[in-house]
C-alpha cells in the first residue's frame, strides 16, 4: 500500500467539447474531463482541493466508504462547508477494503454539470497492511473471478449543454420552469466521452488507438447530469464482469445502459480480422427529455481502431446505424446481475417507507420531495454543514429513526448499528437513480406500483451505490449503520438534487461526533455564508 499525493486544481474555463463554444465550463487541473486518479485499495490519498472558482466548491469521492472520516466525504452542506474561493482543503483518507471503478465531482450545487469530474481507478491488492501500516483483514477472493485483462482503458461519458448550469438550473427551477413547463427538466444539446462530443455533423472523436489481440477492461462511467447512456462497440461483444466497482459474474452483452452515476466494467477482444476501425458509441438516450432532439446529436461516438489482417479503408461512416448484436447476445438486463463475491445481507431491524414525488408549493415551485422534506443546504440559516454542529448532532440521538430538522433536513438517525430496509416507493413520473454515499447497499428487491410486501430476494442480492429506481416503481435497499457520520442519500439527476431530492443517513451521531474535525473544515464554514445558489 502507498501514499498518494495530489494537487486538484478546479478552475473555470472556455472549451468546445462537441464543437460549440462552451463560456463557464469548469476544469480541473485544465482539463474536462479532469485526471483519472489511480490507486490500490488499503492505499491512502492525501489530495489537496485548490479553489480557483468564483464560487466556493467541494469535490467527493463517489462510492467511497470514508470510514472514520465522515467530513473528507466532499458534500456540500452535509459533510463539509464549501471551499471558498482561492482557498484549499486536503482530502486524507484511506479507501479500507474498497475497491473498483468510481469518479470523483464536485458536489456544491450543479457544479459537476459544467465539467467538474474524473475517473477513479482503486485496484484490489492483497496487502496485509494499508498504507498507515495497519494491519488489514485479507479480503476474501471471489467465488468466480474477473477474467485476464491486459489494460485498463477509462470512458467517462456525460450528457453535455451548451449554457452554464447556474443559468440552466435558475430556468428550471423558476416560475415557469426551463421552457413555460415546470417540471420539465432541462435537455442537454450533445453529450462527450472522454471530453469531446459531435453536434451538428461537427466536433471530434475521441480515439481508442489499441492493439490487436490484446483484452482490455474499459471502465464505462456516466459523469452526466439527467440521460442515461447506452455503451457499445460496433462488431464487438462486451464481458460484463463489474457493476458500480462490484465484481459480477462475468456475462457477455452487446451494450450496457448506464444511468447516471453509474459504471460498468467490460471486457473487450481486440480480434476482428477485417476492418480495422470500429465505432465507440455512447448514445444518450432521451427517456427523460422534454422534448425530442435530433438523433445525431444523442448519437455520440469515438473510434476504436488496431491492426488486422485485412484492413479496410473505406472510412467510418457517421450516418451508419449500430450493426447490433452479433447471434444470442442482448443488453445488459440488469436483474441478471450476480456479485461474484456473495455477502449475505442479515435481517433488517428496521424498515422505513419513504415516498419519491414533485409538487407544487405554495409558493409556486415545483420541488423533489422524500416524505415531506425538500432539501436544501441549510447555510442559508446556519453557518455549519450539519456534521459540524455537536450540539446539534447530540440533540439526534435521542431515538432511532426519521426525524426533520427545520423544514428541509430529513434524516434517518441510528445509535447503534442496525439493518435498516429503506422501502421507496417513487410516485413520480420519471426515473431516479439513487445514490448513497458511504454505504455499498444491497438491493433487496424491487418492482412496478407501490411496495405492497412483495418478497425479497434473500440469495446474493445485488449490492451497488447507485441504483435507478424507474417511474411509478418501487425498490428496498437494505443497509448496515456501521459507518459513522452523516451520509447523502440522493437522486444524482443534477437537476433533482438540486430541487431537493436528497436526505440524509444519520449513523451513529455520538461516534461521528468523537472523530474531530480538521480545523480549516470550521474555518471555512465561518466564510461560506450562503454562496450556493439559493432555491428561493
Ligand atoms: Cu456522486 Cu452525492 O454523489
Redesign the pocket.
Known amino acids: 500500500p502507498q501514499v498518494r499525493e495530489y494537487t486538484l486544481v478546479v478552475q473555470e474555463a472556455t472549451g468546445s467539447p462537441d464543437s460549440v463554444f462552451r463560456p463557464g465550463m469548469l476544469v480541473v487541473n485544465g482539463t474536462y474531463p479532469g485526471p483519472t486518479l489511480v490507486a490500490n485499495q488499503n492505499d491512502r490519498m492525501i489530495i489537496h482541493v485548490i479553489n480557483q472558482l468564483p464560487n466556493s466548491t467541494a469535490i467527493?469521492w463517489?462510492g467511497l466508504y470514508q470510514n472514520s472520516t465522515p467530513f473528507y466525504d466532499g458534500?456540500n452542506g452535509i459533510s463539509q462547508c464549501g471551499i471558498p474561493p482561492s482557498q484549499s482543503y486536503t482530502y486524507n483518507y484511506t479507501f479500507g477494503d474498497f475497491s473498483g471503478s468510481t469518479?470523483y465531482?464536485a458536489?456544491y450545487s450543479t457544479q459537476y454539470t459544467d465539467g467538474v469530474v474524473g475517473a477513479l481507478i482503486v485496484n484490489p491488492s492483497n496487502a496485509s497492511t494499508d498504507a498507515d501500516g495497519r494491519p488489514v483483514p485479507p479480503t476474501p477472493a471471489p467465488t468466480v473471478p474477473v477474467p485476464a485483462y491486459d489494460q485498463d482503458i477509462v470512458v467517462v461519458m456525460q450528457d453535455w449543454y451548451h449554457t452554464p448550469s447556474p443559468i440552466v438550473l435558475a430556468l428550471f427551477l423558476g416560475p415557469d420552469g426551463i421552457d413555460g413547463t415546470q417540471g420539465d427538466e432541462p435537455t442537454p444539446e450533445s453529450g462527450t466521452m472522454n471530453g469531446l462530443g459531435q453536434f451538428d455533423g461537427n466536433g471530434e472523436y475521441f480515439n481508442f488507438s489499441l492493439e490487436a489481440n490484446m483484452t482490455y477492461r474499459f471502465r464505462l462511467v456516466n459523469t452526466g447530469s439527467l440521460a442515461n447512456i447506452r455503451f457499445s462497440i460496433d462488431d464487438h461483444p462486451l464481458l460484463l464482469v463489474s457493476a458500480d466497482g462490484v465484481d459480477v459474474v462475468p456475462q457477455w452483452v452487446s451494450g450496457v445502459e448506464l444511468a447516471v452515476?453509474q459504471r460498468y466494467d467490460v471486457l473487450v477482444r481486440t480480434n476482428e480480422t477485417s476492418g480495422g476501425q470500429w465505432w465507440v458509441r455512447g448514445t444518450i438516450l432521451d427517456d427523460m427529455f422534454a422534448y425530442s432532439i435530433p438523433d445525431q446529436e444523442l448519437d455520440q461516438r469515438g473510434i476504436l481502431s488496431y491492426p488486422v489482417p485485412f484492413p479496410n479503408t473505406t472510412p467510418l461512416d457517421p450516418a451508419s446505424a449500430d450493426p447490433g448484436p452479433g447471434a444470442n447476445i442482448s443488453d445488459l438486463d440488469t436483474s441478471t446481475l450476480v456479485p461474484s463475491l456473495p455477502i449475505d445481507a442479515p435481517e433488517p431491524t428496521h424498515r422505513y417507507p419513504v415516498t419519491i414525488s414533485f409538487q407544487e408549493t405554495q409558493d409556486d415551485e415545483y420541488l423533489a420531495f422524500l416524505n415531506n422534506t425538500s432539501w436544501y443546504p441549510l447555510d442559508k440559516e446556519c453557518t455549519m454543514s450539519l456534521l459540524q454542529q455537536p450540539s446539534f448532532l447530540s440533540s439526534l440521538t435521542s431515538s432511532d429513526g426519521p426525524s426533520v430538522y427545520g423544514d428541509s433536513q430529513l434524516l434517518l438517525t441510528h445509535n447503534g448499528i442496525e439493518v435498516v430496509d429503506l422501502l421507496l416507493d417513487n410516485l413520480d413520473e420519471g426515473d431516479h437513480p439513487f445514490?448513497m454515499?458511504g454505504h455499498r447497499p444491497w438491493v433487496m428487491g424491487s418492482g412496478a406500483g407501490r411496495y405492497q410486501g412483495q418478497s425479497f430476494n434473500l440469495t446474493n442480492p445485488m449490492r451497488r451505490d447507485t441504483h435507478l429506481i424507474p417511474a411509478y416503481s418501487w425498490v428496498a435497499l437494505r443497509f448496515i449503520t456501521d459507518n459513522p457520520g452523516m451520509w447523502?442519500f440522493?437522486c444524482?439527476i443534477a437537476w433533482h438534487?438540486s430541487s431537493g431530492l436528497l436526505m440524509q443517513i444519520n449513523n451513529r451521531p455520538q461516534v461521528a461526533a468523537s472523530y474531530g474535525l480538521p480545523d480549516v473544515l470550521l474555518q471555512h464554514c465561518a466564510v461560506d455564508k450562503g454562496s450556493e445558489a439559493k432555491r428561493s
Open positions: 467527493h463517489h458534500t469518479w465531482h458536489h452515476a445514490h454515499h447523502a440522493h444524482h438534487m
